[in-house]
């Protein structure tokens, strides 16, 4: 069974960084996608950065791109978002995603598992 736990969220100035980590477990990944995605109040979800777990190749979102770093841990099954110069449109639940493909995607309709978010505040 597949689980993801996030972490890493809280509340943080305009310009500061914050790393959030998603845990996987339940099973090996190595033929997966791994997304980060991000909901903010009365929107959509919308699509931040996403890796493969194989090759490690990444795409980002243009809000997060140059700012925004996803990354991977094989030995702890972990996948992280380093955020820096963060700014108030940031503020959002942030969702960790994984995909039974090693194709990235940018839906999320297409990721089959989902951890619980977590909460990111960035204050003006």
């Known amino acids: 069974q597949v689980q993801l736990v996030e972490s890493g969220g809280g509340l943080v100035q305009a310009g500061g960084s914050l790393r959030l980590s998603c845990a996987a477990s339940g099973r090996t990944y190595s033929n997966y996608a791994m997304g980060w995605f991000r909901q903010a109040p009365g929107k959509e979800r919308e699509f931040v950065a996403a890796?493969?777990?194989?090759?490690?190749?990444?795409y980002y979102a243009d809000s997060s791109r140059g700012r925004f770093t996803i990354s991977r841990d094989n030995a702890k099954n972990t996948v992280y978002l380093q955020m820096n110069s963060l700014k108030p449109e940031d503020t959002a639940v942030y969702y960790c995603?994984?995909?039974?493909?090693?194709?990235?995607?940018?839906?999320?309709?297409?990721?089959?598992?989902w951890g619980q978010g977590t909460q990111v505040t960035v204050s003006s």
């Open positions: 890796i493969s777990w194989s090759d490690g190749r990444t």
């Open positions: 995603a994984a995909r039974r493909s090693t194709v990235v995607v940018t839906t999320s309709a297409r990721y089959d598992y």
